[in-house]
């Protein structure tokens, strides 16, 4: 679904013979609450001849986009080195790798991990526990360097997705207290056409709250949701240095797909960064 107002298809042609063939596109979406557009692709085979000329005259369509849309970065991601070294080129900088991690097939319902007496798990409740999770979010979140102070905008334009779902969304409470959250959505699954995905968009726990089990519970009650909801693959991403996401999710199955590189293109003026 692309919106005129902020976001940009590119689709790259050549001409062999008199005939226009398509060999390569990007999307580029606008976030304004979040200041930032992403770039998804440009999606062009690594074997092409004119790849690095494709993606050189995209990335600069992007740019100059971008630029109208007054965004502080463009945000990228990259699996081939070819395609890396062209963004380095064009000013890009590399901030990270993420990996792509896939548990298929769900064949059961997952088994709930034990929950302390002092925890309660409950689910979505709508908008007012928005604050809830901006907060959560920030103390999980802070000091990692994709952190992006959150706004409510922000959540509630995730929040009226067509894939979000309110049963993959919980809140754990710590004698009353907030102390974590998992985000989930709802997504097509690329491996069949029968069946649908789930995407953890994000999962967090509050400072005071960690080393408690709390995550293994929420994965686990997640997990359940998504069982229960008749999905059959679930799907996150997570940055590559962190090792303890990586024993959670790998102790309940989940297995690294592939690895994204992360870049950043600078609008924003220098000492702002």
């Not at 919106?3 to 689709?11: G, K, T, V, W």
């Not at 999980?140 to 993959?168: C, G, I, M």
């Not at 997570?238 to 690294?256: E, V």
Request: proline share 5%; hydrophobic share 40%; with cysteine.
């Amino acid at each position: 679904d692309v919106d005129p107002s902020r976001d940009l298809f590119i689709a790259a042609r050549i001409d062999i013979d008199g005939n226009n063939i398509p060999v390569g596109f990007a999307w580029l979406y606008n976030r304004p609450a979040e200041k930032r557009s992403f770039m998804r692709g440009p999606f062009i085979s690594p074997s092409d001849p004119d790849c690095l000329e494709i993606l050189e005259a995209m990335c600069a369509k992007s740019i100059e986009r971008a630029k109208e849309l007054e965004v502080d970065f463009i945000e990228s991601r990259s699996l081939y080195n070819p395609w890396a070294e062209q963004y380095n080129r064009m000013g890009f900088v590399k901030m990270g790798d993420y990996e792509r991690w896939r548990l298929f097939p769900l064949r059961g319902a997952i088994e709930l991990a034990r929950t302390p007496s002092e925890l309660a798990v409950r689910n979505w409740s709508g908008n007012d526990d928005i604050p809830i999770l901006m907060r959560l979010f920030t103390e999980a979140f802070s000091e990692h360097w994709d952190f992006v102070p959150p706004r409510r905008e922000s959540f509630e334009e995730l929040t009226r997705d067509r894939y979000f779902e309110k049963k993959l969304t919980l809140i754990a409470e710590y004698e009353g207290k907030p102390a974590g959250y998992i985000m989930g959505q709802s997504i097509p699954d690329p491996s069949t056409l029968s069946l649908r995905a789930a995407y953890l968009v994000s999962i967090g726990l509050g400072k005071e709250y960690r080393g408690r089990g709390l995550g293994k519970v929420l994965m686990s009650r997640w997990l359940r949701a998504v069982y229960d909801s008749g999905l059959r693959a679930a799907e996150l991403d997570l940055d590559s240095l962190n090792t303890a996401a990586k024993r959670l999710y790998g102790s309940f199955g989940f297995m690294r797909q592939r690895t994204e590189g992360i870049w950043r293109f600078y609008l924003m003026d220098e000492t702002k960064r």
